[in-house]
């Protein structure tokens, strides 16, 4: 099978403890919803700058909650073809 890809795409692999992570006013998990929202406002920067704001999103809705899971993220932008 092939997939045709737009330019500038982003593909984004994360394992369940990322959303799995709670904080935020009421103690609520990150949840995949507000994952995607983050993604959506991050997706047009460089990648690694995506990982910082991403991880410091995370951060900052877990407040002084430890780290509840194991978190594991990829994200993967093809180059175009040439």
Known sequence: ???PI???AV?????DGLI???GGPKGRLF???RLVETLTGLARL????QKERLFAALDAWRGTQQCRDDMTFIAVR???AP
């Open 1 to 3: 099978h092939e997939v």
């Open 78 to 80: 093809p180059e175009a």
């Open 20 to 22: 799995d992570q709670m």
């Open 46 to 49: 460089p990648l690694d700058e």
């Open 31 to 33: 949840g995949r919803r």
């Open 11 to 15: 593909f984004y692999l994360y394992t």
């Open 6 to 8: 737009a330019p500038g």
